[in-house]
């Protein structure tokens, strides 16, 4: 699973960060390093509960 993250800067500058999760703990590492996790975790957990379907599909 690819993963990609936006960053858009006051000036309009944009960066992607792209990471390849395949395991459910690397992804949710990648989510939980967001500095502004506090805020968003019902939406990570949302996001993190898809995740863990989506692997639980490919086996």
């Known amino acids: ?3 990609e993250r936006e960053l858009i800067q006051a000036d309009g500058t944009s960066f992607i960060h ?3 999760a395949g395991a459910h703990a690397a992804a949710y ?3 939980t ?3 502004y996790f506090a805020q968003l ?3 990570y ?3 993190q509960e ?4 989506r692997l639980n599909q490919e086996e």
């Open 1 to 3: 699973m690819l993963v």
């Open 41 to 43: 975790e019902r939406h």
């Open 45 to 47: 957990s949302a996001i």
């Open 29 to 31: 590492d990648y989510f």
């Open 33 to 35: 390093a967001d500095p």
């Open 18 to 20: 792209s990471v390849s």
């Open 50 to 53: 898809k995740i863990r379907q």
